[in-house]
């Protein structure tokens, strides 16, 4: 963002605002934690805000500071239509593209508020009023800091906002192992701890409470895990009747494709999963070095994301789905043997 245009948003929220803050479909620990903490930042600037989300999401994320006010567009559809056609201003966190946002897309691309977007995702639609892009960036977390920061107001982040946005960096970064992950998210994690985020418990919160059904799903999804020596490639695949018989719940399958990338030898990784209810297969992608499934979800699979990290889908049966997926590998051998 350039400074003529923190200044504009500067005085754009000098004065008592009616704000809605979206994240995407399927919001996950970056999406919430972003939202989130927005949402507590602007409540302190005495903003009348609002937080909607398109649906709901893991329970491993039910704890986070102000969870409890979020909206689901999907079964709360009036009151967040009503919502978003008073708002003045609406904030896009996590994604840069308004179907991502699901059922929301129609809603969203009416209003006449100002938009805000805010999203380190590759290639952003031009919808927003304001931008803040950038793909070199670990988290939307990160980036909530950053403008915070720009605002020149880091000092309001207590430690709601702190839990908050560490809650997303965490996450996004794979706790800290990611290559998007700099010695200045460090610094700000630093920061954040300093606020009052404890990191110890923030990191039990979400990856040490399981069910016994979620590791019995686990063990499913491994024994399933399949491998393509020639192509470094390693797959997951869970069915619908698989998901049925451990009593699936949403964010059960979160982190299980970075088994498959965990192998010895092995570049890219996948996991598709059945969701006959969508009538989609949900495709989540993971790479090594410079091979980007970013590219291979966009011109296959109606995705995208970042360079070692997207998500798709397909029409097609699970069992034609990961026939595609395999077929299209050689073409992608040389990239694949070359990392």
């Not at 200044?7 to 970056?30: A, E, F, R, Y």
């Not at 977390?141 to 309001?156: A, K, Q, R, V």
């Not at 399949?226 to 069915?239: D, R």
């Not at 698989?242 to 982190?255: A, I």
Request: proline content about 2%; some cysteine; overall charge negative.
């Amino acid at each position: 963002m350039t400074k003529d245009e923190i200044t504009s948003i500067k005085q754009l929220l000098s004065t008592k605002k009616k704000i809605v803050i979206v994240p995407h479909k399927n919001p996950d620990g970056d999406a919430i934690g972003s939202i989130l903490g927005l949402y507590h930042y602007l409540l302190k600037k005495n903003h009348d805000v609002a937080v909607i989300s398109p649906n709901d999401y893991p329970s491993f994320l039910k704890w986070i500071p102000g969870e409890n006010i979020i909206l689901k567009h999907d079964s709360q559809t009036k009151m967040c239509n009503a919502l978003i056609e008073a708002a003045d201003i609406i904030f896009t966190l996590d994604f840069n593209a308004y179907h991502r946002a699901g059922n929301m897309e129609s809603v969203l691309e009416k209003s006449s508020a100002i938009k805000i977007m805010i999203d380190h995702h590759q290639a952003p639609d031009d919808y927003a009023t304001y931008i803040f892009s950038d793909v070199s960036m670990s988290s939307t977390c990160e980036m909530i800091y950053h403008f915070i920061d720009m605002l020149g107001d880091t000092d309001s982040i207590k430690a709601d906002i702190a839990t908050c946005l560490y809650v997303g960096i965490m996450t996004d970064t794979g706790s800290f192992r990611f290559r998007s992950t700099t010695s200045r998210t460090h610094e700000i994690i630093a920061h954040l701890i300093d606020k009052g985020a404890d990191n110890t418990q923030i990191h039990n919160n979400v990856y040490d409470t399981n069910t016994y059904e979620r590791l019995q799903l686990l063990g499913c999804a491994l024994n399933n895990l399949k491998v393509i020596p020639e192509s470094k490639t390693a797959y997951i695949s869970l069915s619908q009747e698989e998901l049925f018989k451990y009593n699936y719940k949403k964010g059960d399958t979160e982190g299980v494709v970075n088994y498959a990338l965990s192998l010895e030898n092995i570049v890219l990784a996948a996991i598709f999963i059945e969701d006959k209810q969508e009538g989609i297969i949900k495709i989540s992608l993971r790479s090594k070095g410079d091979f980007s499934v970013n590219e291979l979800s966009r011109a296959h699979f109606e995705g995208g994301g970042h360079t070692n990290a997207a998500g798709g889908k397909s029409h097609l049966s699970l069992h034609d789905t990961i026939e595609k997926f395999i077929n299209l590998l050689p073409s992608y051998k040389k990239a694949l043997n070359n990392e």
